[in-house]
Structures are given as C-alpha cells and as structure tokens.
C-alpha cells in the first residue's frame, strides 16, 4: 500500500511540476510571424475592380497565374516587452521565399512597426511602388468579440475572437493569455493577451507565429531601428498620399483596395 502512496505522490510531483512550467507567463521575448498572401486571388479582385483592367482580366489572370506562384510568404520578427514592440521584415528571408518576392511585392509587404503602448503612440514604416512613409499616430482601439473556439498555435492554446476594423474589414484573431502584453503582429492589439494567429479574408492574408522565444530579462524595444532620414506624415497626410497614388489606376475601387494593405 505505501508503494502505491509513493508512486502516487511521485506522479503528481511530475504533473504539478508539468503544469507550472506550461503555465508561466512570458512577458518579454520575440516572436517569428509568417504572413501569406493568396497573390493570384489578390490580383484577381484588384483587376475586376479597376476599369482600365477589367476588360482584360482573363489575360492577365492567365499570364499571371502562370508566372508566379499562388501564394507569397514572408516572415516578420516581433520584439517585445510589457510595453511596447517592434515588428519588422525578417533580414534575410528564408531562401523558400526569395523567388517570389524579387519578382512581385504587395503593398504593405515591406512594412515595419513600432508601437509604445505606454504613451499610446505607434511610429511605422510603410512603402506602396516607389512612396515610403514613416507614419506617426495614436493607437486606435479593435472591437473584439470573444468567441469559444481554441487552436494550438506554436505551442500555445489560443483563443478566438472577432473583430471589425475601419468599421467594415473583418478580422479573425487568435491570442494566448500565457503571453500577457496585449500585443501582435502589424497593428493588432487589444485581446487579453498575445496575438498569435490572424486572419484578414478579404485580403486573402494570413499571419501565424512558428516559433516564440521568451526573454528571462526583459528586452530594450525602441524606435532606434526606424529610418529617421525617410519623411514623416501624420495619419491623415499618409492617407491622402495613398489615396492620391490609388487615383493613378484610373477610377474605380482597385487602387482603394491595394492601400487596404497599409491600413493595419
């Protein structure tokens, strides 16, 4: 009968010990993220949606779908701390996804972050064709709404949630509360915890995390890396200057729907 008290004991000695590691919270580290973007299907709704292209969509889809590949992937790094976090292309990118993106890059492809959650202030870099902008602002909330549904997203249970942002593009999340600042990739934030999975359908884009390496100490996140040298707008300059190159496209809504991919 002991034997079994002492095997017994021993057991729930490894399960809580199990338990306690799985259930440590991270609040500093950095975190790999892979973007990827259905290119053909993007392509496809810019060219129906602008008139100058419209007419000549078959062949353009033809031609396009038979040079590029149907989906382009990058990987971005997010350094973070309880505060803020830095979010930016990977350099280099795995060799998977050189090919394709020295042959064609969407708009927002190149973008990089900053965000200080303790002042509410976010510094980003973006590039739509030859235009880049460093971009100045508040932080704006997300309408979230938590749903029941769970994933395992690099060894992490996550959590649903739906959100609305610019008042009409749906957003589906994926966040973990063992990671705790409210945080992730691009400009999402506001779940109860770390955003690891994402979802933007109408852009036909997915961000997931592949792998996440907490800090033991928490890590120095500044703007230090952001390009002081390249202009820097306002919120409502960079929306005009986008809107303005959207025009170059000839009317209709394909040139709204390519600065999509700036606005997050």
């Known amino acids: ?39 053909q299907k993007t392509v496809q709704e810019f060219v129906e949606l602008t008139p100058m292209m419209k007419n000549q969509s078959e062949q353009i889809m033809q031609m396009f779908n038979g040079k590029y590949k149907p989906f382009q ?13 830095y979010y930016t292309p990977s350099d280099p990118q795995p060799d998977t996804h050189q090919e394709f993106d020295r042959m064609f890059n969407m708009p927002g492809q190149d973008n990089s972050v900053f965000t200080n959650y303790s002042d509410q202030k976010r510094l980003s870099t973006k590039g739509i064709f030859n235009t880049t902008l460093n971009i100045s602002d508040s932080i704006e909330p997300i309408r979230w709404r938590i749903m029941d549904e769970t994933r395992d997203i690099a060894g992490f249970e996550c959590r649903r949630a739906n959100g609305l942002i610019h008042d009409s593009v749906y957003v589906v999340a994926f966040y973990t509360p063992q990671i705790v600042p409210s945080m992730g990739p691009e400009s999402f934030h506001g779940l109860p915890g770390m955003i690891l999975g994402l979802s933007l359908p109408y ?8 792998t996440v390496t907490p800090s033991t100490t928490p890590l120095v996140v500044d703007d230090s890396k952001i390009n002081k040298k390249i202009k820097t707008v306002n919120e409502k300059e960079f929306q005009a200057t986008i809107k303005q190159i959207a025009s170059a496209f000839g009317g209709g809504d394909g040139g709204k729907y390519l600065i999509q991919f700036l606005n997050f």
């Open 203 to 210: 852009l036909h884009s997915t961000w997931f995390a592949t």
């Open 73 to 85: 992937v990058t990987d971005y790094v997010m350094n973070f701390n309880s505060t803020a976090s």
């Open 1 to 39: 009968m002991k034997k079994y008290i002492i095997i017994t004991l021993v057991l729930i000695g490894f399960a809580s010990q199990g338990f306690s590691q799985n259930a440590r919270f991270i609040t500093s580290g950095k975190i790999v993220f892979e973007r990827r973007t259905q290119i």
